[in-house]
């Protein structure tokens, strides 16, 4: 794996996980709160879903790299 590969491989796996991290914790904001829509989360805490998915995206390519260098996983041409 180049290191061009290895960083398309991060930032794929970065946005799955986050679309996968976020709906963890919303909770619905009141009814009578204005300024928001009717599915705006309260509190979405958007820095923290941010923090674990890096962490997260971190040690799922850390596997792939893994796999890669291992030959487990090829994506090269036989």
């Known amino acids: 794996m180049t290191w061009f590969e290895g960083i398309v491989a991060y930032v794929v796996i970065w946005w799955v996980v ?3 991290v976020l ?3 919303v909770q619905p904001a009141p009814k009578g709160d204005p300024g928001y829509a009717a599915g705006a989360p309260a509190n979405p805490r958007l820095a923290l879903k ?3 998915t890096t962490v997260v995206a ?5 596997g792939l790299y893994a796999a890669i260098r291992a030959d487990l996983v090829s994506f090269r041409a036989p």
């Open 50 to 52: 941010a923090a674990v």
């Open 18 to 20: 986050l679309f996968a």
């Open 58 to 62: 971190a040690l799922v390519w850390l």
């Open 23 to 25: 709906p963890f914790g």
